[in-house]
């Protein structure tokens, strides 16, 4: 991918900091299947699904320690 | 989601730590499927399955690890 | 949850250490089914299974992390 | 549990250290399921499975974490 | 495998460094199963699957976790 | 297991501690099933599917945790 989508992993809050491990689970997936038709066409399995649902908050779990460690966990 | 819901990682005590790590392993799933009627009609499949009450209790030992860290730990 | 299980992550020993994430690992299941009746009904289809078993000590393996963290593991 | 089995989690070497991961992973395990019967029932489904050894190597590869830092990672 | 495919795990910049975790994910892989038309075989069985691609974001966020480590959040 | 294979987490490079990462994954398969035929006949289980080398890698992702962190991740 050429564009800029990770300048940095700081955020001002930790709900920010919440939001942008989002994003990192989902470039995950992205990086992997880059195709959005085949992505839109595959989101019931997980949306609708609740070990697809736990998993996915799984991965944004793993990525929010990173961004919380980067941040300090925003202790001020 | 525009409320604020994640001001601080910061708790009093180890056990308002842990219940904040079960708000962050929802608000992943909810992040994912913000339909409510969706996430109801789903409670089943992981609440009454050994599995997904496992699964679910994963992510929250994940998300503890990153409020505990936070914390340092409660140490005092 | 109003009554107090989790005042400290700190324990004497490394096996108590483990005997905690053993707690917060059952905890984790509790808070997303408190219903008691459905967890015993539950308990045959993990621990009866190989599958189910590994993912017990796997979340136990998450939570002895944090715990052995808080405690500096026990250095002395 | 009244024996006691985990006095340290520092040991004089990596693979000793090592050693000391699987056997958590296996209390993880035992505490969850006492009957040493069942247990050995159930060897076969994942000691003849591929999916069930990396998920056991996967619990010794989260407890060699925390027992590697414990040690600070024997860097002598 | 004699070929140095892996110098250094520090980065320019956050985005370099999540797409370095998605090599390590594709060598962790790579090691295991050198076939390269066994892995283009493969390769609908996880990108065409929603479970498949949530596993894959798994990995990628493991080994970011050890890349911004290793260049300390690029905190600057 | 009487012979040592692990005398030590260090390694001169990244690409060193990643191979020792995935040696240390498949000890602690055969840790699990020191049977060599049995392993040899679960091979394709997971060398021909998707699910299992994402598996196989994501262990390795996290025995890379270890080493990589021993290593003060190369910094040089």
Same mark, same amino acid.
């Given at each position: 991918?050429?564009?800029?989508?990770?300048?940095?992993?700081?955020?001002?809050?930790? !709900? @920010? +900091?919440? @939001?942008?491990?989002?994003?990192?689970?989902?470039? +995950?997936?992205?990086?992997? !299947?880059?195709?959005?038709?085949?992505?839109?066409?595959?989101?019931? @399995?997980?949306?609708?699904?609740?070990? +697809?649902?736990?998993?996915?908050? !799984?991965?944004?779990?793993?990525?929010? !320690?990173?961004?919380?460690?980067?941040?300090?966990?925003?202790? +001020?």
């Amino acid at each position: 991918m050429t564009d800029t989508w990770l300048p940095s992993l700081l955020t001002a809050t930790p !709900q @920010e +900091g919440f @939001e942008l491990a989002i994003t990192l689970s989902r470039r +995950g997936v992205k990086y992997t !299947q880059p195709d959005v038709a085949t992505l839109k066409k595959l989101r019931p @399995e997980y949306a609708d699904s609740a070990d +697809g649902l736990t998993a996915a908050s !799984q991965v944004i779990a793993l990525n929010f !320690q990173t961004v919380a460690a980067a941040n300090n966990y925003w202790r +001020g």
